[in-house]
């Protein structure tokens, strides 16, 4: 694998170090994330999403949900069980994880749900006032002073 040095686009750039991370840490991992457990991520309106993950033989309270730094970190500790069972075959994966998914900027959790086995994390991108379009206003000659108007048929990025 090439290793590719980032340290010039620190020098040059203001302001984009979270980028510049993120690029860093994808292209220096050499261990593959890891598959367990299985998850779905979908986008279900135009600034929504939803991350579905398959948690079968944890209750709710052996689940953990986490917004830090960025980042949304999922963990799972199974309660120590009590000798008295006898398994024949267990296919069920209880064994302990934690998931960590980068979020992007403006994006935070509106909510959790365990419902049938499966974690259902809600997540909305909300851009701020400051960064969406707005059409700035033309004076004329009799009228000097501009005003911004807050642009109706723009869309929110």
């Not at 299985?38 to 929504?48: G, H, L, R």
């Not at 970190?73 to 069980?81: D, Q, W």
């Amino acid at each position: 694998m090439r290793n590719y040095d980032f340290s010039p686009l620190y020098r040059a750039t203001v302001g984009f170090d979270r980028i510049a991370d993120l690029m860093d840490r994808v292209l220096t991992t050499d261990v593959a994330q890891p598959t367990y457990p299985p998850y779905n991520i979908e986008k279900t309106d135009e600034n929504a999403y939803r991350i579905s993950i398959a948690v079968a033989g944890f209750s709710g309270d052996e689940l953990g949900v986490e917004v830090k730094d960025g980042a949304l970190i999922v963990t799972a500790r199974k309660a120590a069980e009590d000798g008295k069972r006898t398994y024949l075959h267990r296919g069920i994966a209880t064994r302990a994880f934690e998931r960590r998914f980068a979020l992007a900027d403006h994006v935070r959790v509106t909510g959790a749900a365990h419902v049938d086995g499966m974690l259902h994390i809600d997540l909305a991108r909300e851009v701020p006032e400051a960064l969406k379009p707005r059409r700035i206003e033309i004076a004329g000659q009799n009228n000097l002073e501009a005003k911004a108007v807050e642009d109706k048929s723009a869309t929110a990025v």
